[in-house]
């Protein structure tokens, strides 16, 4: 596997991650205007991820080619370890950041029932549930709320985030999902936010775990 990683004062990232299963290039810019260009060979995944970083305020670069002829595990979990690559890298030293987010984000039948709170803590894990009649509904041809919690874990290990996502009720997997990608993109944009009142690290530790 070759990887290359650049940083800069700014907060931003870029990734470029070659593996004999998928290649994928990607920059990051924390403080954007939640402009994407998203290119994963997925439709509905290129999808929620503009919705991602719209809702985020982010901005967002990324282009994937996988091994989809065998099947989508491979492209949709790399996504999610590259962009988890590029928010640690991008939130630096977190000196100033807001740490915690959290948001529900109503989308027609699953109002008020897909929960995502998160703590840049240092300290990963995914804690993701949803009903199971739901979780195996195709979405599109070949994306389910099964693959998005593969990537949103993918996400979580490597980005250093402690992430809770919920699914508490909704009909519609197409919604259930709209929901999740846009509160993660908007829960990320408060945790990772800038505060001037706050001094150095969010912790009366004096550090988050790197
Ligand atoms: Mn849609």
């Known amino acids: 596997m070759k990887r290359k990683t650049s940083i800069s004062l700014q907060r931003k990232a870029s990734v470029e991650r070659v ?19 998203i ?22 670069k990324l282009v994937a080619k996988g091994d989809l002829e065998i099947d989508i595990h491979h492209t949709n979990e790399d996504i999610g370890i590259v962009l988890g690559q590029l928010f640690k890298q991008a939130l630096g030293d977190k000196k100033g ?18 929960r995502v709170a998160l703590d840049i803590s240092g300290r990963p894990s995914l804690f993701f549930t949803a009903p199971k009649n739901v979780a195996q509904h195709f979405v ?6 099964h693959d998005a919690r593969e990537l949103i874990k993918a996400f979580a290990i490597q980005s250093g985030i402690n992430l809770h996502v919920d699914v508490l009720k ?19 944009e408060q945790a990772t936010r800038v505060d001037a009142r706050i001094p150095g690290v969010p912790s009366t530790k004096g550090l988050i775990e790197k």
């Open 39 to 60: 290119s994963t060979g997925l439709a509905f995944l290129d999808h929620m991820l503009d919705l991602f970083t719209k809702h985020g305020i982010f901005n967002l």
């Open 170 to 188: 909704g009909d519609d997997p197409h919604h259930i999902l709209e929901s999740i990608f846009k509160a993660l993109g908007r829960a990320l």
């Open 97 to 114: 950041i807001r740490r915690f987010g959290s948001c529900f984000v109503p989308m027609d039948e699953t109002l008020s029932r897909v």
């Open 19 to 37: 593996t004999k299963e998928t290649t994928i290039h990607a920059d990051l810019n924390l403080d954007g205007s939640g402009a994407s260009k």
């Open 140 to 145: 599109h041809r070949d994306y389910t709320i």
